[in-house]
């Protein structure tokens, strides 16, 4: 199968395009592993899932403890809040 200029200049265009993408997409992927070691000091996207996984558990107890003391408050001041 033979490809005319005009082919061939629409096929190298489109993968010069693909090219520039996918070196965008390489330097914002550096970048972002960049903020992730700076701010989180996570070496890698394991570490990173790892570390949001114990924060996802902090939330789920501190959540647990809000709500245990807010309803010990609302119960020990009931009185005072229903005037």
Known sequence: MA???KQY???KKRVEELQT???KAEGK?????TEL??????EDLEEAEDL???LRKD???AQHAYEKESAKFEKEWEEVLNE
């Open 3 to 5: 490809i005319n200029l």
């Open 9 to 11: 200049n629409k096929w």
């Open 21 to 23: 993408e996918a070196d």
């Open 29 to 33: 992927l550096e970048q972002l592993m």
């Open 37 to 42: 070691k700076d701010d989180f000091e996570c």
């Open 52 to 54: 949001l996984e114990g």
């Open 59 to 61: 939330e789920v107890k």
